[in-house]
């Protein structure tokens, strides 16, 4: 029997092992403010489409568009006619269009946290180096920037043309300026709210349609309580029916410090005293929002 020769080795073959062997890391330790600011420029980015599929980014562009068209037609308006002043004061643009800002948040608070809950991502973030607070304060302030955005661009729409039609500079810098602290207000609140409600579920549907319901019911019950009220002579207990709404907080917080009109039956506004109050609520709710939130992720991170 005869012996087996060797396979021959192919013409040109360039076969090579190369033994690199194990190489130590000696660059920079970034640590767990680079893995924060990664998380919420990802989340930010993330809230707009950005950095996704096409189809993810037709809705929050969409909304953003929706915001900023009406402030180039107020604006064309003036321009066009002269006026003396805009259609519509900058504090009072936000409560006008809150039914697209609560359908942003309906939509983008589930997809900041509701896929990391549904694909077990969460236990991974915190394998990092971040911790639950620093995973919390990324979502949180990448929500409440992503609203900020939506809303105060069509104030500065607004505010560049209201110059450009030559109204005076002074009051519509100072209206631009108690614009700009209203939708802060209001994006820390409603990111709050949002974040909080989605948190509760992985199941992305059941999170927008709990936001929707929270944001949209509870401004429809309150502004007919109010109206109810006020028909009927109890003009005193407006102000503190608008307590029970987000809308009609950051309404009663605007109307009472920030010069603004109020939407309330009758443009009866909070007082000084019941603007105070409504300050402290909104302040404890964007707290409360964000212990809340602290409380979910330590026990979601276990």
């Not at 930010?44 to 489409?49: D, E, I, K």
């Not at 900020?148 to 069509?154: R, S, V, Y």
């Not at 105070?276 to 404890?284: A, E």
Request: glycine letters at 10%; proline letters at 5%.
């Amino acid at each position: 029997m005869a012996a087996e020769q060797p396979l021959a080795t192919p013409a040109g073959d360039q076969t090579r092992i190369h033994n690199i062997g194990y190489r130590t890391y000696d660059g920079p330790r970034l640590g767990r403010s680079y893995a924060t600011r990664s998380l919420y420029s990802q989340s930010l980015r993330g809230a707009y489409g950005l950095g996704r599929s096409v189809k993810s980014k037709v809705l929050p562009m969409l909304l953003f568009v929706v915001m900023c068209v009406p402030a180039a037609i107020m604006v064309a308006v003036a321009v066009a006619t002269k006026a003396k002043d805009l259609p519509v004061d900058y504090t009072r643009y936000a409560i006008i269009m809150q039914a697209v800002i609560s359908l942003y948040v309906a939509s983008q608070a589930p997809q900041s946290v509701s896929r990391d809950l549904r694909f077990k991502t969460v236990p991974l973030y915190f394998s990092r180096p971040i911790e639950s607070a620093d995973y919390v304060r990324a979502k949180f302030a990448a929500l409440a920037s992503a609203l900020f955005i939506l809303t105060a661009a069509p104030l500065l729409v607004l505010y560049v043309g209201a110059l450009l039609a030559k109204l005076d500079f002074g009051d519509q810098t100072e209206g631009f300026a108690q614009g700009l602290v209203s939708v802060a207000l209001l994006s820390l609140l409603f990111a709050g709210i949002g974040l909080v409600i989605a948190a509760v579920t992985p199941r992305r549907g059941f999170g927008i349609a709990a936001v929707i319901a929270v944001l949209t019911i509870s401004y429809g019950a309150v502004s007919t309580l109010q109206a109810i009220a006020d028909a009927q002579g109890s003009g005193s207990a407006v102000p503190w029916i608008g307590l029970f709404s987000p809308i009609t907080l950051i309404d009663g917080v605007q109307s009472a410090f920030l010069g603004a009109t109020s939407a309330y039956p009758g443009g009866i506004g909070p007082s000084y005293a019941e603007g105070v109050v409504y300050v402290l609520v909104v302040l404890g709710l964007i707290a409360a929002a964000y212990g809340l939130l602290l409380r979910r992720y330590r026990k979601v991170g276990l």
